[in-house]
């Protein structure tokens, strides 16, 4: 939508290349599908079934919903209609969104300069420097521009009450393959105490450092933790 409103924009990532990191996660795009319909251009758009999950999945054939159960006691509780929900990938989507910008690459945030005229200077950790109209820091939870602008203590990230666990596992076998790939999209356990959401995804490529067999390991936002239990990020 900026750069069709005639702005010129750079993007700079810390990362090396789109699909660095190894483990990644997937996001289930409903309600928001509408607006990014509007937001974003219609080559993407058009393409946005290679950002799935699984791109055969016939979600054009069918209305969503999201089941919600009673997870004490294993039964269906609910259904939630949601005729917009994609599931799709992290790394798929960043690599369809970045078609057409103008991406520098390897370029970690260091500091601001500011002047009271004038544009915005960022500096970088390579020691290059490039002047702004207007910065954005879109930088993640550990966002270092939000610690630069409010300090370290008030621009920490704070714990959240939640815990996000995935696992992956290799099934070696075609009929447990087969059972997987009919759950639905995505599924909801509520209790007294808590709720629990599922979602599935098919990830090609794993090293083999990264499957488990029957007894994943779990990752915690995306940070690999050995031990058996899910700690509170």
């Known amino acids: 939508m900026v750069l069709q409103n005639g702005y010129q924009v750079t ?3 810390k990362e090396a290349f789109v699909g660095e990191r190894v483990r990644e996660w997937t996001m289930l795009l409903h309600w928001a599908l509408p607006t990014l319909k509007a937001l974003l251009p219609d ?5 946005l079934r290679s950002a799935y999950t699984d791109p055969f999945y016939p ?3 069918e209305v969503e919903k999201v089941p919600f159960y009673n997870a004490v006691a294993g039964e269906l509780a609910f259904e939630m209609p949601a005729a917009s929900m994609r599931r799709i990938s992290r790394n798929k989507m960043r690599t369809l969104c970045s078609r057409g910008l103008d991406i520098q690459w390897g370029k970690g945030f260091k500091e601001l300069k500011t002047t009271t005229e004038g544009p915005v200077t960022v500096l970088f950790d390579d020691g290059t420097t490039v002047d702004a109209d207007l910065v954005v820091g879109s930088d993640g ?4 521009v939000r610690r630069w602008l ?7 990230a704070l714990a959240s009450d939640h815990a996000i666990c995935s696992g992956i596992v290799e099934y070696r076998d075609a009929e447990k393959a087969k059972f997987i790939r009919v759950h639905p999209v995505a599924s909801a356990g509520l209790t007294p105490t808590g709720s629990l959401y599922l ?4 990830q090609p490529n794993i090293k083999q450092q990264d499957r488990t067999v029957g007894n994943p390991t779990p990752e915690i936002n ?7 239990e899910c700690p509170r990020p």
């Open 11 to 13: 993007v700079f990532e």
């Open 43 to 47: 080559d993407i758009i058009a393409d």
């Open 59 to 61: 979600y054009e054939n």
């Open 141 to 144: 939870p550990n966002s270092r």
């Open 150 to 156: 409010l300090g370290e203590d008030d621009g920490a």
């Open 199 to 202: 979602g599935g995804k098919s």
């Open 222 to 228: 995306g940070v690999h933790d050995p031990s058996p």
